[in-house]
């Protein structure tokens, strides 16, 4: 029996396995699709031009790898890269990427120095946090790039729209400070009713009139997140920052179709295991399923330590031999059952877990959760197989890259 990755994200369970590494993988991976990382920059800027992009690869780009992907969404015309931390842009610099990193989250001030050390532009809402940028630089003889962030109605962090233009001619006065960018976020572009969103940018317009006013301009204004983007072309202003259309996923049901988006993480594992089993046998955990009828139970060595939430395992189904098929019992930590029916199943058949067959999306509703968080919790030990033109060009695991 072959195990390890198929050698291509579309192949169908019992397809041929063929990844040469160096080493066997374990029999449950992601596949991440960098063409449909580069089909889906290009789709985003189609729709978000004139504006640039900055693509959101903070939480390990969702996920999916941030270096790999961060340098996929370069290569493709992202502009930039937004990361949460100041960690995760040292990261990415560490991994040799270059573009435009900015920094979305909140700062110590004690972390400006490692910040301007990697040449990261960084988000302030804090009088403080820019002073000590201003320090950082001048001690590292570059200039800092500060953003601000205005709290148009998310209620998170931003300072108040009505002291915005005060803090902005104030940090812009900073020596060795380009207050080069002005944002907002949005607390809920994905809703059909756009009211809160149109209100939180008419807010934002006026806060930029006012920093107008106070003699500022940053060059880079920006408010839209993926939702924003696709739904709201008001608010694309200089620059969108796209997470989770990145992707492959649309925000919300009403915004499937927005922009062609290709799913991105296909998860897959092979059967490890398969019994035929007669009606009334109980499988799992707490013995939370009976089958019902002479079947064939299969287990999956993916569990929710790989990241499968355990909430999906009630109701949702894998994709097995070209139809869904439901998950049997309780997701364990380290496996699933799934019950087969009568499916001609052989050890080692690929299913998949989320991808283009079983939207993980789907997965997400089962668990009451969203793909966001799904996509973020995708373990470390689950090996990420990096698929370009169909080729398998590198493997991450819990041991490094190869
Ligand atoms: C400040 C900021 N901008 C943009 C994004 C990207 O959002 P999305 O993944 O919905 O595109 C996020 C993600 O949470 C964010 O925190």
Redesign the pocket.
Known sequence: MAFGPSPSPGAEPGGPAGLATRRPLRPAWAEIDLDAVHANVRALRGVAAPASLLA?V?ADA?GHGAARVARAAVEAGAWGL?V?TVDEGTELRRAGIDAPILV??AIGPDEAATALAHDLRLTVAEETVAAAASLAAAAARREARLHLKVDTGMGRLGVASDDAAALAARVAALPHVTLEGC?T?FASA?DPDLGSAARQLEIFMGTLRALERAGVRPALRHAA???A?LALPGARLDLV??????YGVA?APHLVGRAELRPVMRLCARVVHRKRVPPGTPIGYGHAFRTTRETTVITLPVGYADGYPRAAGEGCTVWLHGRCAPIAGRVSMDQITVDAADAPVALGDVVELWGAAVPVEIVARAARTIP?EVLARTARRVPRVYLDGGRVVAVRTLLGEE
């Open positions: 959101v903070k969702y937004g949460a979305l989250g944002s976020h994905d997140n993926s939702a983007t920052r796209c997470g989770l259309a990145l925000p966001y």
